[in-house]
T-cell receptor, first 115, second 113 residues
Framework: AQTVTQSQPEMSVQEAETVTLSCTYDTSENNYYLFWYKQPPSRQMILVIRQEAYKQQNATENRFSVNFQKAAKSFSLKISDSQLGDTAMYFCAFIPNTNAGKSTFGDGTTLTVKP | EPEVTQTPSHQVTQMGQEVILRCVPI?????FYWYRQILGQKVEFLVSFYNNEISEKSEIFDDQFSVERPDGSNFTLKIRSTKLEDSAMYFC???????????FGQGTRLTVV
Protein backbone atom coordinates (compact mmCIF):
# COMPACT_ATOMS: atom_id res chain seq x y z
CA ALA A 1 0.00 0.00 0.00
CA GLN A 2 1.12 3.53 -0.72
CA THR A 3 1.06 6.43 1.69
CA VAL A 4 1.46 10.12 1.01
CA THR A 5 2.38 12.57 3.74
CA GLN A 6 2.09 16.32 3.68
CA SER A 7 3.55 17.56 6.93
CA GLN A 8 2.45 21.19 6.60
CA PRO A 9 -1.29 21.62 7.23
CA GLU A 10 -1.07 25.37 6.63
CA MET A 11 1.37 27.71 4.95
CA SER A 12 1.35 31.38 4.15
CA VAL A 13 3.46 33.52 1.85
CA GLN A 14 3.62 37.14 0.82
CA GLU A 15 2.56 37.99 -2.69
CA ALA A 16 5.48 37.77 -5.15
CA GLU A 17 7.52 35.62 -2.76
CA THR A 18 8.44 31.96 -3.16
CA VAL A 19 7.01 29.12 -1.12
CA THR A 20 7.76 25.40 -1.00
CA LEU A 21 5.21 22.76 -0.04
CA SER A 22 6.57 19.42 1.09
CA CYS A 23 5.39 15.93 0.28
CA THR A 24 6.85 12.53 1.07
CA TYR A 25 5.54 9.16 0.05
CA ASP A 26 6.15 5.52 0.69
CA THR A 27 5.85 2.78 -1.90
CA SER A 28 7.43 -0.45 -3.03
CA GLU A 29 6.55 0.33 -6.64
CA ASN A 30 9.34 1.33 -9.00
CA ASN A 31 7.19 2.79 -11.74
CA TYR A 32 4.76 5.50 -10.72
CA TYR A 33 3.68 9.08 -11.15
CA LEU A 34 3.39 11.99 -8.78
CA PHE A 35 1.09 14.95 -9.04
CA TRP A 36 0.24 18.17 -7.33
CA TYR A 37 -3.39 19.23 -7.44
CA LYS A 38 -4.81 22.60 -6.46
CA GLN A 39 -8.23 22.83 -4.84
CA PRO A 40 -9.57 26.39 -4.61
CA PRO A 41 -12.62 27.26 -2.47
CA SER A 42 -14.85 26.05 -5.30
CA ARG A 43 -13.46 22.58 -4.39
CA GLN A 44 -12.68 21.73 -7.99
CA MET A 45 -9.53 19.60 -8.37
CA ILE A 46 -7.05 21.21 -10.75
CA LEU A 47 -3.84 19.55 -11.90
CA VAL A 48 -0.82 21.77 -11.26
CA ILE A 49 2.11 19.60 -12.25
CA ARG A 50 3.10 15.97 -12.82
CA GLN A 51 6.33 14.02 -12.51
CA GLU A 52 7.16 10.59 -13.89
CA ALA A 53 9.29 8.60 -11.48
CA TYR A 54 11.58 7.35 -14.24
CA LYS A 55 12.55 10.89 -15.20
CA GLN A 56 15.40 12.44 -13.27
CA GLN A 57 14.70 15.95 -14.52
CA ASN A 58 12.39 17.93 -12.28
CA ALA A 59 9.13 19.03 -13.88
CA THR A 60 8.35 22.71 -14.30
CA GLU A 61 5.19 24.53 -15.34
CA ASN A 62 5.61 28.27 -15.50
CA ARG A 63 5.82 29.45 -11.86
CA PHE A 64 5.48 25.93 -10.50
CA SER A 65 8.34 23.48 -10.18
CA VAL A 66 9.07 20.35 -8.23
CA ASN A 67 12.07 18.96 -6.42
CA PHE A 68 11.81 15.21 -6.93
CA GLN A 69 14.18 13.08 -4.87
CA LYS A 70 13.35 9.48 -5.70
CA ALA A 71 15.73 7.86 -3.25
CA ALA A 72 14.37 9.99 -0.43
CA LYS A 73 10.79 9.55 -1.72
CA SER A 74 10.31 13.29 -1.59
CA PHE A 75 8.30 15.46 -3.98
CA SER A 76 8.10 19.12 -3.01
CA LEU A 77 6.31 21.88 -4.91
CA LYS A 78 7.86 25.31 -5.31
CA ILE A 79 5.66 28.23 -6.25
CA SER A 80 7.60 31.27 -7.42
CA ASP A 81 6.24 34.82 -7.63
CA SER A 82 3.18 33.81 -5.60
CA GLN A 83 -0.10 35.36 -6.65
CA LEU A 84 -3.31 35.90 -4.72
CA GLY A 85 -5.00 33.37 -7.00
CA ASP A 86 -2.64 30.70 -5.73
CA THR A 87 -4.53 30.68 -2.43
CA ALA A 88 -5.97 27.17 -2.22
CA MET A 89 -5.57 23.73 -0.73
CA TYR A 90 -2.78 21.77 -2.41
CA PHE A 91 -2.77 18.01 -2.55
CA CYS A 92 0.13 15.76 -3.40
CA ALA A 93 -0.94 12.51 -5.09
CA PHE A 94 0.68 9.23 -6.05
CA ILE A 95 -0.43 6.93 -8.85
CA PRO A 96 1.24 3.59 -9.57
CA ASN A 97 1.61 2.56 -13.18
CA THR A 98 -0.93 -0.24 -12.94
CA ASN A 99 -4.26 -0.83 -14.59
CA ALA A 100 -6.23 0.08 -11.48
CA GLY A 101 -4.07 3.15 -11.04
CA LYS A 102 -5.91 4.63 -8.11
CA SER A 103 -4.62 7.92 -6.77
CA THR A 104 -3.50 8.16 -3.17
CA PHE A 105 -3.69 11.68 -1.80
CA GLY A 106 -1.95 13.42 1.06
CA ASP A 107 -3.90 15.32 3.68
CA GLY A 108 -3.37 18.60 1.88
CA THR A 109 -1.69 21.91 2.65
CA THR A 110 -3.74 25.08 2.86
CA LEU A 111 -1.75 27.88 1.26
CA THR A 112 -2.66 31.50 1.84
CA VAL A 113 -1.05 34.20 -0.26
CA LYS A 114 -1.10 37.53 1.55
CA PRO A 115 -1.15 40.87 -0.26
CA GLU B 1 -10.27 21.46 -23.92
CA PRO B 2 -12.01 18.18 -23.04
CA GLU B 3 -13.23 17.86 -19.51
CA VAL B 4 -14.96 15.50 -17.12
CA THR B 5 -18.49 16.64 -16.39
CA GLN B 6 -20.44 15.80 -13.27
CA THR B 7 -24.11 16.36 -12.54
CA PRO B 8 -25.67 17.61 -10.41
CA SER B 9 -23.26 20.05 -8.82
CA HIS B 10 -25.16 19.87 -5.55
CA GLN B 11 -27.71 17.34 -4.37
CA VAL B 12 -29.64 17.29 -1.15
CA THR B 13 -31.31 14.02 -0.21
CA GLN B 14 -33.07 12.56 2.78
CA MET B 15 -31.42 9.82 4.79
CA GLY B 16 -32.40 6.41 3.48
CA GLN B 17 -33.05 7.61 -0.05
CA GLU B 18 -31.23 6.34 -3.11
CA VAL B 19 -29.07 8.79 -5.00
CA ILE B 20 -27.32 8.54 -8.37
CA LEU B 21 -24.36 10.74 -9.16
CA ARG B 22 -23.57 11.12 -12.82
CA CYS B 23 -20.33 11.63 -14.65
CA VAL B 24 -19.39 11.99 -18.29
CA PRO B 25 -15.69 11.14 -18.60
CA ILE B 26 -13.49 12.41 -21.40
CA UNK B 27 -14.56 10.51 -24.49
CA UNK B 28 -11.43 8.50 -25.31
CA UNK B 29 -10.55 7.67 -21.72
CA UNK B 30 -10.62 4.07 -20.58
CA UNK B 31 -10.13 4.20 -16.82
CA PHE B 32 -12.72 5.68 -14.51
CA TYR B 33 -12.72 6.49 -10.82
CA TRP B 34 -14.85 7.78 -8.02
CA TYR B 35 -13.35 9.60 -5.03
CA ARG B 36 -14.92 11.10 -1.96
CA GLN B 37 -13.87 14.09 0.12
CA ILE B 38 -15.61 14.71 3.39
CA LEU B 39 -15.47 18.41 4.25
CA GLY B 40 -12.08 19.33 5.67
CA GLN B 41 -10.58 15.92 5.02
CA LYS B 42 -8.41 14.29 2.37
CA VAL B 43 -9.60 12.87 -0.91
CA GLU B 44 -10.36 9.16 -0.53
CA PHE B 45 -10.46 6.54 -3.24
CA LEU B 46 -13.74 4.70 -3.65
CA VAL B 47 -13.55 2.61 -6.81
CA SER B 48 -11.80 2.19 -10.13
CA PHE B 49 -13.48 0.85 -13.27
CA TYR B 50 -11.95 -0.50 -16.44
CA ASN B 51 -13.21 -2.64 -19.28
CA ASN B 52 -16.72 -2.60 -17.87
CA GLU B 53 -15.82 -3.96 -14.50
CA ILE B 54 -14.52 -2.83 -11.15
CA SER B 55 -10.71 -2.99 -10.99
CA GLU B 56 -10.35 -2.10 -7.36
CA LYS B 57 -12.50 -0.80 -4.54
CA SER B 58 -11.81 0.56 -1.11
CA GLU B 59 -13.28 -0.44 2.23
CA ILE B 60 -15.61 2.54 1.97
CA PHE B 61 -17.20 1.06 -1.15
CA ASP B 62 -19.52 -1.37 0.57
CA ASP B 63 -22.75 -2.99 -0.62
CA GLN B 64 -24.54 0.34 -0.48
CA PHE B 65 -22.46 1.58 -3.39
CA SER B 66 -22.49 0.53 -7.02
CA VAL B 67 -21.10 1.86 -10.26
CA GLU B 68 -22.27 1.50 -13.79
CA ARG B 69 -21.36 2.60 -17.27
CA PRO B 70 -24.77 2.14 -18.83
CA ASP B 71 -24.33 3.61 -22.30
CA GLY B 72 -20.65 3.98 -23.09
CA SER B 73 -20.52 7.63 -22.14
CA ASN B 74 -21.96 8.03 -18.65
CA PHE B 75 -20.35 6.66 -15.51
CA THR B 76 -22.62 6.62 -12.48
CA LEU B 77 -22.24 6.10 -8.77
CA LYS B 78 -25.32 4.89 -6.92
CA ILE B 79 -25.78 4.98 -3.18
CA ARG B 80 -28.73 2.77 -2.33
CA SER B 81 -29.71 4.01 1.12
CA THR B 82 -27.90 7.19 2.05
CA LYS B 83 -26.62 7.87 5.52
CA LEU B 84 -25.70 11.16 7.15
CA GLU B 85 -22.01 10.25 6.92
CA ASP B 86 -22.29 9.95 3.14
CA SER B 87 -22.40 13.75 2.99
CA ALA B 88 -19.29 14.71 1.06
CA MET B 89 -17.93 15.97 -2.21
CA TYR B 90 -17.82 13.18 -4.76
CA PHE B 91 -15.31 13.43 -7.58
CA CYS B 92 -15.32 11.46 -10.77
CA UNK B 93 -12.03 11.08 -12.63
CA UNK B 94 -10.90 9.50 -15.85
CA UNK B 95 -7.64 8.78 -17.61
CA UNK B 96 -6.58 7.47 -20.97
CA UNK B 97 -3.90 5.04 -19.81
CA UNK B 98 -2.13 4.01 -16.61
CA UNK B 99 0.81 6.31 -17.35
CA UNK B 100 -1.26 9.47 -17.67
CA UNK B 101 -2.76 11.86 -15.21
CA UNK B 102 -6.32 11.59 -14.02
CA UNK B 103 -8.65 14.40 -14.99
CA PHE B 104 -11.15 15.28 -12.32
CA GLY B 105 -14.67 16.56 -12.67
CA GLN B 106 -15.80 19.59 -10.73
CA GLY B 107 -17.44 17.36 -8.13
CA THR B 108 -20.93 16.77 -6.79
CA ARG B 109 -21.63 18.01 -3.32
CA LEU B 110 -23.95 15.50 -1.65
CA THR B 111 -25.79 16.59 1.47
CA VAL B 112 -27.77 13.96 3.36
CA VAL B 113 -30.31 15.38 5.80
Amino acid sequence: AQTVTQSQPEMSVQEAETVTLSCTYDTSENNYYLFWYKQPPSRQMILVIRQEAYKQQNATENRFSVNFQKAAKSFSLKISDSQLGDTAMYFCAFIPNTNAGKSTFGDGTTLTVKP
Amino acid sequence: EPEVTQTPSHQVTQMGQEVILRCVPISNHLYFYWYRQILGQKVEFLVSFYNNEISEKSEIFDDQFSVERPDGSNFTLKIRSTKLEDSAMYFCASRWAPNTEAFFGQGTRLTVV
